[in-house]
């Protein structure tokens, strides 16, 4: 595609289907430079198959509506450039693998939402202020930014095999959620403890560190390094570490109100 | 919830994935990588000599608590060590960093995909369908890591110790010892800096040095400390596989030069 004008013909080959079973079909559609998939795929409903469903949204890669797998990989379709991909054989786009189909290229992505419900909410500690206010210092409030970059996409969820390929989702809260506890857990202000709940009801034990879900991130967050490890090694403080614990009994932890 | 009730896709068999690209490669590579290492790692801990010359000594064989040579700390192998039991003074101590290794954090997703196919690849089907990861045992001993990093954290001083004397050459007709650096005493320092900068930048050490606080500004020291370990950890993966490789490589220039196959040359 050497200029704006020039189309060439492609082939997407798009999973059509629901809960009960389906398969791929083959659409070809005239592409232009600087198209995405989903301008693609957008072209392929507006004029071939009127019925296909497909989530989506803004088209900036901040709402995380269009997450499918392009090719076999994660990604937001409307920031997957066509040009990106091999033109000369079909794109494959089907929807994502570990929640359930709901038509075409949209899944039911609500498994999440009751697992969000699940954590516990922010608790500031007291302020520091008469006023109310607090006061933190901005390289602690820097590091939880990072987590709050995140744009619940899922596609960190559907990459990570203990939900994709084992479905432990009644055990595993998945990287998103370990993300959002994260963001919370090291909140220089927070004084909730979730350390319990992420041993055990939450499972971040089943992660095995195959870093899948930093790989797939639209927003490059560091899932693996800077969330789910530091909240590892949280838990093995607390729960593993004869020395740690040795140490709380001659100096006890502050009271997170205290500070 | 109901989770158990949500109808999903059927999970690919193994190596089956609709990627394109060549997955495998990678973790092919960290198989023959890692498995080179191992068979030779294991092969040169069994040999029991050709581990020092001149003023080097191999950092597999590092430190040498009893063994023949003059760098040995306790003198030759004890009299009590069964005669049965074969001895190396590489065995004695190899475990101790090869379990920092076996736990680190970057080590245990490499090998739980290429040696375990756990997953193979991202996005990509599995030979096994039960998992329970590290969650229970025997996977649940990696926690144990950061006792290896402290073990290992002194090794990095004694492997210093080491680069510190290979600087030491002794004249083999006065006996006279004297500054000076050969091509070796650069491998053997070269050396201890690479396994720094593996062992400062461990996700263990990064969380124990300042991780673990949430006010860490108000750290004086361990911010800073912090911070050099965070820069060392973005390249974890790059300082494990350099530090792997070259540690291997001061055993086999050691051995080497001690087997008369390689001249060292002296530079000062």
Request: charged share 20%.
């Amino acid at each position: 595609m050497s200029s704006t004008d020039t189309q060439i013909m492609i082939t997407l080959r798009i999973w059509r289907g629901d809960a009960n079973g389906g398969k791929f079909e083959d659409y070809r559609t005239p592409v232009a430079e600087g198209m995405v998939v989903l301008d693609a795929v957008h072209r392929v409903q507006a004029e071939q198959a009127n019925d296909m469903a497909v989530r989506w949204n803004c088209k900036a890669g901040k709402c995380g509506s269009c997450s499918a797998e392009i090719n076999g990989k994660p990604g937001l379709m409307c920031m997957t450039q066509l040009t990106h991909l091999p033109l000369d054989e079909p794109i494959t786009i089907e929807p994502m693998r570990a929640f359930p189909r709901v038509k075409d290229l949209v899944t039911d992505v609500s498994w999440n939402y009751r697992v969000k419900k699940r954590i516990k909410p922010f608790k500031p500690r007291k302020p520091d202020a008469s006023d109310g206010t607090w006061r933190m210092g901005q390289a602690d409030v820097d590091r939880v930014q990072e987590f709050r970059k995140c744009i619940e996409c899922f596609l960190c969820q559907d990459v990570c095999h203990v939900l994709r390929d084992h479905h432990l989702h009644e055990e595993f809260i998945g990287p998103r959620f370990l993300v959002h506890i994260a963001a919370l857990e090291m909140h220089p202000l927070d004084t909730e403890d979730r350390l319990p709940e992420l041993k055990e009801a939450n499972g971040i034990g089943y992660c095995n560190i195959t870093k899948c879900c930093t790989k797939v991130c639209p927003e490059h967050i560091t899932i693996t390094d800077n969330a789910i490890i530091p909240l590892k090694e949280r838990v093995v403080d607390e729960y593993y570490d004869p020395l740690t614990r040795l140490w709380r009994l001659v100096w006890p932890k502050k009271n997170p109100n205290d500070v | 919830m109901s989770e158990a009730r949500m109808s999903l896709p059927v999970a690919r068999g193994f190596g089956e994935t609709t990627r394109r690209d060549k997955w495998w490669v990678t973790p092919l590579v960290v198989f023959l990588g890692l498995s080179a290492f191992i068979v030779y790692s294991t092969w040169a801990a069994f040999q029991g000599k050709h581990y020092t010359h001149g003023p080097y000594l191999s950092p597999f064989y590092s430190p040498e608590l009893w063994g023949e040579s003059p760098h040995a700390w306790f003198g030759p192998r004890p009299s009590w060590w069964p005669g049965w039991l074969i001895f190396s003074p590489a065995l004695l101590i190899l475990w101790m960093p090869g379990g920092l290794r076996v736990t680190c954090y970057y080590y245990r997703g490499a090998y739980y995909k290429a040696f375990w196919a756990d997953p193979p690849s991202c996005a990509v089907g599995e030979p096994r369908k039960s998992y329970w990861g590290e969650n229970k045992w025997p996977l649940l001993i990696q926690n144990i890591h950061r006792y290896f990093l402290y073990i290992a954290i002194v090794f990095i001083f004694l492997l210093a110790h080491d680069a510190w004397k290979a600087m030491w050459f002794t004249d083999p007709v006065t006996r006279s010892t004297s500054f000076g650096i050969g091509l070796g005493t650069l491998v053997l320092t070269v050396n201890v800096a690479l396994l720094g900068g593996f062992t400062f930048g461990c996700h263990a050490f990064r969380h124990l040095i300042g991780g673990k606080l949430d006010q860490l500004s108000t750290a004086k020291i361990r911010k800073p400390l912090y911070d050099c370990s965070s820069c060392l950890n973005r390249s974890h993966m790059a300082w494990a596989w350099i530090s792997l490789f070259w540690v291997a490589f001061s055993d086999v220039y050691v051995r080497l030069c001690s087997m008369g196959i390689w001249k060292d040359w002296r530079i000062i």
